[in-house]
T-cell receptor
Framework: NAGVTQTPKFQVLKTGQSMTLQCAQDMNHEYMSWYRQDPGMGLRLIHYSVGAGITDQGEVPNGYNVSRSTTEDFPLRLLSAAPSQTSVYFC??????????????FGPGTRLLVL | QQQVKQSPQSLIVQKGGISIINCAYENTAFDYFPWYQQFPGKGPALLIAIRPDVSEKKEGRFTISFNKSAKQFSLHIMDSQPGDSATYFCAASRMDSSYKLIFGSGTRLLVRP
């Protein structure tokens, strides 16, 4: 199993450009989430999905869109990049929703710089 | 509003010493408290987790202590090793939605040889 994979590893954008951060998992996990990590702020939930076709907003959803057409893929779209979206983005997936059986597996991250 | 407060921001410990990281939460609906370990350039990885029906959970050198009345929980790393040098995050969620974690701000641990 490759686990959770993210592409690209690093991206530089200009303000106003759009892009899609890719996330895929091969563990047949039902739940997937996107977080952003900023210095001194830990990780903050952007969007999450509880299954194919079902998505919802997290703490900081503004400026981001998601879709979940398959169980494996959960792309994150930046519609019009802003410098405030400079961050490291992590995708995570998990199988069960109850804590004892739950392990959120995180991908290696995408480092995004918006100029 | 920061729902999970973590301290200290950074910590330096000598090899063999005890590392202690503290977290406090506000939402009494939280009932799942994991700790994640993150090495530079990597994603966070689950280290250990606890539910509020127990006051302590131990896995090897790592122990979580939980105080429900004070709404606080802490990570203790016994016999700290240089390989433990990493950033540690506490987190909290409701157990029925543990895919929606609220993270603390992180603690950068350095264990000196």
């Amino acid at each position: 199993n490759a686990g959770v994979t993210q592409t690209p590893k690093f991206q530089v954008l200009k303000t106003g450009q759009s892009m899609t951060l890719q996330c895929a998992q091969d563990m047949n996990h039902e739940y997937m989430s996107w977080y952003r990590q900023d210095p001194g702020m830990g990780l903050r939930l952007i969007h999450y999905s509880v299954g194919a076709g079902i998505t919802d907003q997290g703490e900081v959803p503004n400026g981001y869109n998601v879709s979940r057409s398959t169980t494996e893929d959960f792309p994150l779209r930046l519609l019009s990049a802003a410098p405030s979206q400079t961050s490291v983005y992590f995708c995570a997936s998990s199988y069960a929703r109850t804590g004892d059986q739950e392990t959120q597996y995180f991908g290696p991250g995408t480092r995004l710089l918006v100029l | 509003q920061q729902q999970v407060k973590q301290s200290p921001q950074s910590l330096i410990v000598q090899k063999g010493g005890i590392s202690i990281i503290n977290c406090a939460y506000e939402n009494t609906a939280f009932d799942y408290f994991p700790w994640y370990q993150q090495f530079p350039g990597k994603g966070p990885a689950l280290l250990i987790a606890i539910r509020p029906d127990v006051s302590e959970k131990k896995e090897g050198r790592f122990t979580i202590s939980f105080n429900k009345s004070a709404k606080q929980f802490s990570l203790h790393i016994m016999d700290s090793q240089p390989g433990d040098s990493a950033t540690y995050f506490c987190a909290a969620s409701r157990m029925d939605s543990s895919y929606k974690l609220i993270f603390g701000s992180g603690t950068r641990l350095l264990v000196r040889p």
